[in-house]
């Protein structure tokens, strides 16, 4: 079958001349027939989003000196078969890939399997099949390990895939098993399917780990800025109202919340609610717009909020779905470019360490709109506007 690719030879080995983008689509197109006739309804994500995450995982390094060169050897190893039908460093790492995902997606289980090992002492390994049923990626708990390939045909969640990687896997660790041309073309289908499959299964969990990776330094930054709230902070009750002629634009509406005493409000028409833990209350709302006194507590309470969610991020990473991206608005002066893109986006007191991608899952924290001189609040409401519908 002639795969497309250059192959040229170097002191009598083939050399595969492809880049990361060509590479990641071999992958998804090998992939491709079993995703699209799967009946599996878990799985909307298409094959080349997977795909795309599942490069973003193999370049990713999460600080295991055990587990870090996977991604590295995966890729070498996919060359390496569309190059010289070589399948050997790729079964060798199919267990390593696996942990290395449970890390990223749930690293709470990866350290209560290890902690297990442990325990039983003799310095053992941390088996395949204990790793794959953490991931889900087992077929009604089955042990995959001692099934055939073709017992599978046929059954849902990619099963026969799944156990056509394990068995091909442990083959090659019992020794070095001559695969006819069918089988390798069928095993190196099997692998493609198995990586991509876990990734559709974490999908979630693994963009979150990878997104606080990248913004890590913003986090901690915040995490350092506003950590004294942490023992300092006050939890306030507050009185929340959703408007009813407060303008909505595309049928999102925004909630108003008071924090101490009760401003003068003129144009907003509401309906009281009862009262409730600010931040618990807040973090419900998509948009939330508040409203006190001077020295009531309205930026502490957005403060307090950043922190949380930066904390939050950076001990749980893949649980986090939003990021906090704080921004003081008595800075804004579009006569100085202090526009609010600039203020997002290149202030460097403010946004340091944040990464490009961060802004469609930020959680936006625009304090001080009361500071912004009265003749360019209107300016300022129409970009933060617009910034909204872009997001």
């Known amino acids: ?33 079993a995703f699209e006739s799967s009946t599996d309804p878990r799985y909307p994500i298409s094959v080349d989003l997977c795909a795309a995450t599942l490069f973003e995982v193999l370049e990713h390094r999460i600080g295991d000196r055990d587990l870090d060169a996977v991604g590295a050897q995966i890729i070498s190893a996919l060359t390496g078969y569309l190059a010289q039908r070589e399948l050997g460093n790729l079964l060798s790492n199919a267990e390593a890939f696996s942990k290395f995902l449970l890390q990223l997606a749930e690293p709470e289980r990866l350290q209560i399997l290890r902690a297990k090992v442990d325990e039983e ?45 394990v068995w091909a896997r442990n083959k090659l660790a019992h ?3 001559e695969f006819s041309e069918r089988e390798k073309a069928e095993i190196f289908e099997s692998v493609c399917v198995f990586l991509l499959f876990g990734v559709a299964e974490h999908h979630d969990a693994v963009r979150a780990s990878l997104h606080v990776a990248r913004n890590q330094a913003y986090l901690e930054r915040l995490e350092r800025e506003f950590g004294h709230w942490e023992r300092d ?15 909505v634009e595309n049928g999102r509406h925004f909630s108003d919340v008071e924090v101490g005493d009760k401003p003068q409000r003129e144009s907003i028409s509401s309906q009281r609610r009862s009262p ?8 419900k709302l998509p948009r939330v717009l508040i409203l006190g ?32 991206l704080y921004v003081r608005l008595n800075r804004y002066s579009p ?10 986006a290149k202030a460097p007191d403010s946004t340091a360490g944040l990464t490009a991608d961060a802004l469609p899952c930020a959680l936006l924290l625009l304090d001080g709109f009361n500071e912004v001189p009265e003749h360019l609040q209107a300016r300022a409401a129409q970009e933060i506007s617009e910034f909204l519908k872009a997001c």
């Open 1 to 33: 079958m002639n795969l497309g690719l250059d192959v040229v030879s170097f002191s009598g080995q083939a050399i595969l001349m492809m880049n990361a983008a060509e590479l990641r689509k071999k992958v998804a197109d090998e992939a491709r027939p």
């Open 121 to 165: 002492g003799q310095k053992k390994k941390l088996a395949f099949a204990p790793v794959l049923k953490a991931l889900r990626l087992d077929y009604k708990n089955r042990n995959l390990n001692s099934d055939s390939p073709e017992e599978f045909h046929g059954k849902p969640r990619f099963a026969e895939h799944v156990a056509r990687t």
């Open 175 to 177: 020794g070095a098993p």
């Open 233 to 247: 902070f006050v939890h306030l009750q507050i009185c929340d109202d959703e408007a009813t002629d407060f303008p």
């Open 276 to 283: 409730a833990a600010s931040a618990e209350r807040i973090e």
């Open 293 to 324: 006194a001077p020295g009531s507590g309205k930026s502490t309470t957005l403060q307090h909020i950043a922190w949380l969610e930066a904390h939050h991020a950076l001990m749980f990473p893949s649980t986090a779905r939003r990021l906090p």
């Open 335 to 344: 006569g100085d470019g202090q526009t609010l893109q600039y203020l997002l």
